[in-house]
């Protein structure tokens, strides 16, 4: 069954500091692959999304990820954290073919910003 | 574009009592999805509709559960008979066929069954 896991629950990093969340999923074949990010009382919102081509996608606010097939992971990555990017982050991965379209989600990586 | 829009945004409830959320997509989104997220977790995937037809429901969704979109618009997520391990936050996400994965999602209703 496919499963997604992101091993840091909480983590902490400095304004202006950079910033990496890991991701590692299980799945028959290459998914197609999310982050999202969820603030208090708003909807999880897409930073970015990998199909193929290009490993290193670019998303909004800065955020960027890394697929790398060998290791089954997709990283979240932004140079300098601003104080707003408190929240918490989502990867999710979602069948390329049938499944419904459905996404599977991590537990999260709820991030906090010192200022 | 005002967004996927769910209703209550929070719904306290007895146990064993009845209760039913809306959800309206974006406006020209067919795709619906419901998802359910308890605390300390990711959300997890219920059901899906394209158009009126619920297409696929998972094994999360019990008997007591049961979701409709009758005109292919806005769609309600009924829970019968409540108990606490149904409180969650359930979410509801929308998206175009031809961009399936680019699912747009609402702020969720809170559910807490005392």
């Known amino acids: 069954a496919q499963s997604v896991t992101q091993p840091d629950i909480h983590i902490t990093v400095s304004e202006g500091a950079s910033l990496e969340l890991r991701c590692n999923y299980s799945?028959?074949?290459?998914?197609?692959l999310f982050w999202y990010v969820q603030s208090p009382g708003q909807g999880l919102q897409l930073l970015l999304k990998y199909f193929s081509g290009d490993t290193l996608v670019q998303g909004i606010k800065g955020f960027e990820a890394e697929f790398k097939r060998s290791q089954s992971s997709f990283n979240l990555r932004k140079p300098s954290v601003h104080w707003s990017d408190a929240a918490e982050y989502f990867c999710a991965v979602g069948p390329r073919e049938g499944g419904g379209n459905k996404l599977t989600f991590g537990t999260g990586t709820q991030l906090k910003v010192e200022l | 574009d005002t967004g996927v829009s769910q209703d209550p945004r929070h719904k306290i409830t007895k146990r064993g009592q009845n209760v039913t959320f809306r959800c309206d997509p974006i406006s020209e989104h067919n795709r619906l999805y419901w998802y359910r997220q308890t605390l300390g977790q990711g959300p997890e995937f219920l059901t899906y509709?394209?158009?009126?037809?619920?297409?696929?429901k998972s094994r999360l969704l019990s008997d007591r559960f049961s979701a409709e979109r009758p005109k292919g618009s806005f769609s309600t997520l009924e829970i019968q008979r409540t108990e606490q391990g149904d409180s969650a936050m359930y979410l509801c996400?929308?998206?175009?066929?031809?961009?399936?994965?680019?699912?747009?999602f609402g702020p969720g209703t809170r559910l807490t069954v005392t």
């Open positions: 509709f394209q158009n009126e037809a619920q297409l696929e």
């Open positions: 799945y028959g074949a290459t998914p197609y």
């Open positions: 996400a929308s998206s175009l066929d031809l961009a399936v994965y680019e699912q747009y």
